[in-house]
């Protein structure tokens, strides 16, 4: 992860986009708020925090920006021939394929971080362009032909961090470098490493691994990405730069408003700007010449033009050729995701932008029946439209945007809650397959024509939970606590329904009593509310994806004795597991849970 380090050359660079893009982008990650003191794993909130100190310069390039040669940011395009291709948000498939597989990942096992890919892809391009900075290549298990490493961070320039991992990961036994495809330190990637293709490793040089080790980092602290601080917090944790802020969140919503590519695998161009070492740069095509109509397909030419001499980082500009403002604005609105003057897919070659197609409504394919899907499943049916033009001739090319709401957490197989489709040549469009969340209620699936002012269409489900018929213990929790302290053990459980498939979403409600089960005493164990005071019923929430739940932390007032607790889900399902509050060294029989009570008759 490359720190910007404060200079004059990279804020006239961005000047401009970052006045353009200021109204849309305040409402998403505001001005630096004032955050609260987060939890002791989040790394927001450590100055010392070594991913937050100077040690590279990022690639600040916006969506709506056309570096002209090859030169210049990571990110850059070279001479634009391939622009019309990926539409400015075109990304590698292995690259777009682990960001929406971490995303999925962390949506699993970090549910209340709400991930989106579209972050993490911000974040990938920002770093390394998808990890193809200097003409990397990816083997087919998404490893980087070549390391990709920051510069040595011995305090010239950058930050000064001696190693920490003997070389291990950045072959360097004097000082750390960033590695990777997000550019972790090594000491980080100890702390936020992950194994994101399964193979039981975890490399910083795999983009499966790097994306949901980023994803794991961002999260941390028990942040939230739906809430606009949070947001803010974890990408100024990844680089503590307003305009880092700027480019990240600019790429990740050009990702969720327009269409994304997913580009063959091939070496980025030379950015001009990688560290002295760290590869050697692909050879960029030469541009047309002026006045010549560019072909659909074309050919390299006989003798390629060979690139500038790459320089590595330093206090001056951030481009290549070390002037600033290099680059220059592409014609855009400045807004993210508009693709300035970049060709869309299928357009022509005159590399003008392209109407969005004529449709002027949109009808629904399918019966008006409302779906159904147990929570934590997938539906069985997807969202179809059909796109028409005022003679009722269907439409091709017409950009679709499909939408999940709903407050269920039910979202797109890929994790992500928003996706472009253009139709086909009989105009339709087809969403891709809907997840439940873990939540019952009701789900919708909102269908809407780009650019065009046309009658939205709405599909409409609804997430059930299924019907729990056993509570188990976790575990072998401590269920012995002394007077005036605590358990110590949060008790687990999980809740099975018929055949003992895990029930997921179930709602939960837990009862301190007496040991009968069922008499709630006056004093005793107990939980603390939300106002501080105890509390001895209470709503425990819902069971995860796996079926399990984990009860709040239960205290023990002044009183000793035996006691109870009594669980019981909305459909009637019950466990009473026993309790003991006693004296330390006191002599007392092991307490232990009871049979599951079966479900009441009436």
């Given amino acids: 992860m490359k720190i910007l380090p404060t200079r004059a050359a990279s804020v006239s660079r961005q000047g401009l986009c970052t006045a353009l893009l200021v ?116 083997t087919s298990d998404g490893t980087t032909d070549k390391p990709i490493l920051g510069p040595q961070l011995n305090g010239n320039g950058f930050a000064d961090i001696k190693d920490t991992d003997r070389g291990a990961l950045d072959g360097d036994t004097v000082y750390d470098k960033a590695v990777g495809p997000t550019q972790f330190l090594p000491s980080t990637w100890a702390l936020y490493g992950a194994d994101g293709n399964g193979d039981g490793k975890k490399d910083p040089n795999n983009i499966y691994d790097a994306a949901l080790g980023t994803a794991k980092y961002l999260c941390a602290g028990g942040k939230d990405m739906n809430r606009a601080e949070d947001l803010d917090k974890a990408i100024l944790s990844y680089n503590p730069s307003r305009e880092y802020v700027n480019a990240v969140t600019s790429w990740m919503r050009a990702y969720k408003e327009g269409n994304v590519p997913s580009l063959p695998d091939h070496p980025g161009k030379p950015s001009g700007n990688t560290p002295a070492g760290s ?43 070390g002037k600033p403002g290099g680059d220059k ?169 018929e055949g003992g498939k895990d029930v997921i979403g179930a709602g939960v409600t837990v009862s301190v009593t007496k040991p009968d089960g069922k008499t709630v005493p006056d004093g005793g164990p107990y939980f603390k509310g939300t106002d501080g005071k105890p509390v001895r019923i209470l709503k425990a929430g819902t069971t995860d994806k796996d079926g399990v739940l984990t009860l709040p932390k239960l205290l023990t007032d002044d009183k000793s004795g035996a006691y109870a607790l009594r669980l019981e889900t909305a459909d009637g399902a019950v466990l009473i597991i026993q309790l003991m509050v006693t004296a330390p060294g006191t002599s007392t029989p092991p307490a232990t849970p009871t049979a599951p009570a079966p479900k009441p008759t009436a």
């Fill in 279 to 321: 590869g050697t740069p692909a050879v960029p095509s030469a541009p047309s010449a002026p006045g010549t109509p560019k072909p659909s397909k074309p050919a390299p030419p006989s003798k390629p033009a060979p690139p500038s001499k790459p320089t590595p980082p330093s206090n001056g500009g951030n481009g290549g050729n």
């Fill in 329 to 497: 604005p592409g014609g855009g609105t400045g807004k993210p995701g508009d693709g300035g003057t970049h060709k869309p897919p299928g357009g022509g070659g005159d590399n003008k932008p392209v109407p969005p197609a004529p449709a002027s409504r949109l009808e629904r394919i399918g019966d008006n029946r409302a779906w159904e899907a147990y929570a934590g499943e997938a539906f069985k049916e997807k969202a179809r439209v059909l796109a028409k033009d005022k003679s009722g001739k269907p439409v091709a090319d017409a950009r679709v945007r499909f939408e999940v709401g709903g407050g269920t957490g039910a979202a797109f197989a890929d994790g992500s809650t928003t996706i472009t489709v253009s139709t086909a040549k009989d105009g339709t469009a087809t969403a891709p397959g809907v997840v439940a969340g873990l939540k019952s209620g009701e789900v919708t699936v909102t269908a809407t024509v780009v650019g065009r002012d046309v009658p939205a269409v709405k599909f409409a489900g609804t997430v059930k939970v299924r019907a729990a018929k056993q509570i188990d213990v976790v575990g072998t929790p401590e269920l012995k606590a002394a007077p005036n302290g605590a358990f110590a053990d949060r008790i687990q459980i999980k809740v099975l329904g």
């Fill in 23 to 138: 109204a849309s982008l305040t409402a998403a990650v505001g001005v630096s708020p004032a955050h609260n003191t987060a939890d002791s794993d989040d790394p927001a909130k450590d100055p010392k925090n070594p991913q937050g100190l100077p040690h590279g310069t990022p690639n600040l390039t916006l969506p709506d920006l056309r570096p002209k040669g090859p030169g210049g940011l990571p990110g850059a395009r070279g001479d634009g021939k391939d622009d019309a291709k990926d539409a400015t948000t075109g990304i590698p498939a292995t690259a777009l394929d682990a960001y929406r597989k971490a995303a999925q990942r962390a949506a699993a096992d970090l549910p209340g971080c709400h991930m989106p890919w579209e972050l993490i892809a911000g974040i990938g391009n920002v770093e390394t362009h998808h990890g193809t900075y200097q003409g990397t290549r990816m």
